[in-house]
């Protein structure tokens, strides 16, 4: 039975190069198709392992290789070079020159592990940091407790760009990104920390300068009901889940359904 989530044939093939090949060891029972379909369709809906359809592969199985590939760092080597390909499609050089950071914070359910009080927004859970490129395309993710300051997530998240992005010279932020921080990017990064401020005299809503575009991605990642709140026990399976929920808009930009 097909799925809205399933992948078509050209989308898959534009991923297939990044999978494992199991020329050794005992053959897999199922194609990485059908376990990637079943990954997409958690994402989506937000189904628990356990609950999968039993049209896919049993959840253990499921689970397992969606493991394996975060185990490998493949999600986010995935992620990385689908970004390029997609800034390609659309005429941009395939290293940004320009990017937006911001966080949102999540409520995490019962499930133990890492978590945080945000006082500012009034939620215990985890906060989601991203930075992205002006098409809206998450080029570094971190996930921490809520109640790591902004400033301070910044510097975590800006720590895995290094190096990545040669073209990189500015970044847009909130008001909540401002202080030490601007100099400390400056010093480390040789980066501009551009602080983009809400105008006092405005009343009502407002679309702030390129602050509306990490708002966009905020939103698309809120179209996939697994990321609604936080189910995971850790936060690299935290990170895992964003990612995924990308490589899949990503691959479907690339090879659109007809």
Request: proline share 4%.
């Given at each position: 039975m097909p799925y809205n989530s399933d992948l078509t044939e050209e989308?898959?093939?534009?991923?297939?190069?990044?999978?494992?090949?199991?020329?050794?060891g005992r053959p897999m029972n199922w194609c990485w198709k059908d376990i990637l379909?079943?990954?997409?369709?958690?994402?989506?809906t937000g189904c628990q392992w356990r609950y999968l359809p039993s049209d896919f592969a049993p959840?253990?199985?499921?689970?397992y290789h969606f493991n394996k590939l975060k185990k490998l760092k493949i999600w986010d080597q995935m992620s990385d070079a689908l970004v390029k390909?997609?800034?390609?499609?659309?005429?941009?050089?395939?290293?940004?020159?320009?990017?937006?950071?911001d966080s949102q914070s999540?409520?995490?359910?019962?499930m133990p592990g890492d978590r945080g009080f945000d006082a500012g927004k009034k939620i215990n859970g985890i906060k989601r940091h991203i930075l992205v490129?002006?098409?809206?395309?998450?080029?570094?993710?971190i996930v921490h407790p809520a109640n790591i300051q902004d400033r301070d997530g910044a510097q975590l998240l800006l720590a895995k760009i290094t190096g990545r992005f040669p073209r990189l010279r500015l970044i847009w932020a909130d008001g909540g990104y401002a202080g030490k921080l601007i100099d400390w990017v400056k010093d480390q990064f040789c980066l501009t920390l551009d602080i983009v401020k809400r105008n006092q005299q405005q009343k009502g809503f407002?679309?702030?300068?390129?602050?509306?575009?990490?708002e966009r991605t905020f939103g698309w990642l809120n179209r996939h009901r697994r990321l609604s709140k936080n189910y995971e026990r850790l936060t690299d399976t935290s990170e895992t889940m964003v990612r995924v929920a990308m490589i899949n808009l990503m691959v479907r930009r690339l090879n659109p359904k007809h």
């Open positions: 989308q898959f093939e534009t991923i297939k190069p990044f999978l494992p090949n199991n020329c050794l379909n079943a990954i997409f369709y958690i994402t989506r959840w253990q199985t499921i689970y390909k997609v800034r390609i499609k659309t005429g941009k050089n395939e290293s940004p020159s320009a990017a937006i950071i999540v409520k995490s359910t019962e490129d002006t098409l809206g395309l998450i080029i570094a993710l407002a679309v702030l300068r390129k602050r509306w575009i990490v």
